[in-house]
Each structure stands twice: as C-alpha cells, then as structure tokens.
C-alpha cells in the first residue's frame, strides 16, 4: 500500500523539489540522478490500477480530469529540484515512466514494460518513431525485453538496433534470468560489444542530433 502526495499542487512540488538537496536526499551525490518509475500513477490493488477517477486533487479537480498530468507534474518537480540541487550549473538526467506534452522538456521517457519476443522488438521502432514525431526525442525502449527470457539472438539483435535509438539501455523484471552479454558464450559477447562500442563512437553525432532537436525541433531517430 502506498500513499500519493498530488503534485498537481504547486506546494507540494516545491516540497518535492527541496528533498533532492544533498543534506536530505540520503546516499545521493551530485552525479547520481532520478528515474521516476509506476508514476502514471501505478495503483495495482484497484479496478482500473490507477488512482480512482473521482480521487480530488488540488483546485478541486477530480483525477479522471488531470490523469495524464500526474507524472508529467512528478518529472516537473523532479527536474526542478535537481537544477535548484546544482544552483542552475548543471543539466540533470531524469527518466520518466509517464509523460505527457511538454515532457521533452524535462528528460528521457521509455516504452514500459515490454517483452522478450520479436515481435515486441519489431513494434519498438514504430513507437519510437511515433514518439520522436510528436516531439519526445528522448526515448527508448528496454534491450532485450523487461518480461521474459530473451533467446540469444534475440538478445544480439535488439542491442543492435537500439544502439542507434536516443535513450539506450538493457533492463529486464527481477524474476528474468541473468542476461548480461557475457553470459551466452563468445560469438554473443563480440556481437553485444561491437554494437556498444558503435554507440560510444556515434556518441560526439548523438549530441549534435540532440542540438538539433533542441534549437529546431528534429528528432534524433
């Protein structure tokens, strides 16, 4: 069970934002970022496992008006507090389950929780591409699949085609077995290792697309 304070008041994410400075923010440090997980909000113990759609929120307005704003709202106070953290020098990381328009704004959004099958690898580029045309740039998909267990060449092949996508990493639920590259014999761990280090290469073209997408809104994929 939990209890879900509403960013949706300006109060409460000027509270949220002043728990990321270093003296209250237990164990952080001035390079370790946020990733704002099940904030759509994530309620499993209900009919549609969300808030209830009659839940009232600051101003009076119910939930089932300002939904979708609830994480957005989160990724907002979550930004500021780091910006604020760093007095304004720094450009914090966060990454961000739900979003809404205008996110772009605030950091890295992925696809959710996938699965380990090639045809969720093949859907994973449309709605990519279908993100970075409405103007969330910042995406990414988790690499081998979040649920499940990837087959081996499944797991080659979706490093290889995410390694050219903006936000990029392998994540996978904690009842999947272990997959890290090194694990399934040589010809796998040279595949995965020569996707990566393509991606370290690409990595002075990747900020030059993100320039791009940032003075004139083109997306980097």
Wanted: hydrophobic residues 35%; glycine residues 8%; contains cysteine.
């Amino acid at each position: 069970e939990s209890s879900y304070i509403d960013f949706s008041s300006p109060d409460t994410r000027a509270w949220y934002s002043r728990c990321f400075s270093l003296d209250k923010y237990k164990g952080s440090t001035p390079s370790l970022f946020v990733w704002n997980d099940m904030n759509e909000p994530s309620v499993f113990d209900g009919p549609e496992q969300t808030m209830p759609k009659d839940a009232v929120h600051y101003g009076g307005w119910e939930h089932r008006e300002l939904h979708n704003l609830y994480g957005f709202y989160q990724h907002m106070a979550t930004v500021d507090g780091l910006i604020t953290r760093s007095g304004g020098s720094e450009r914090p990381f966060v990454l961000s389950r739900s979003f809404f328009a205008g996110s772009q704004r605030f950091g890295a959004i992925w696809t959710g929780d996938n699965v380990a099958t090639w045809e969720y690898l093949k859907i994973s580029i449309p709605m990519l591409l279908s993100l970075s045309i409405t103007g969330i740039g910042f995406c990414g998909a988790d690499v081998g699949g979040f649920i499940q267990d990837p087959e081996p060449e499944l797991l080659v092949r979706w490093y290889q085609a995410a390694a050219l996508q903006p936000f990029f990493r392998g994540h996978s639920a904690n009842v999947t077995k272990r997959r890290e590259p090194w694990l399934f014999g040589e010809e796998v761990t040279a595949a995965i290792r020569s996707a990566i280090q393509q991606r370290y290469c690409l990595l002075p073209y990747w900020y030059t697309l993100f320039y791009q997408a940032h003075t004139c809104g083109l997306p980097p994929l």
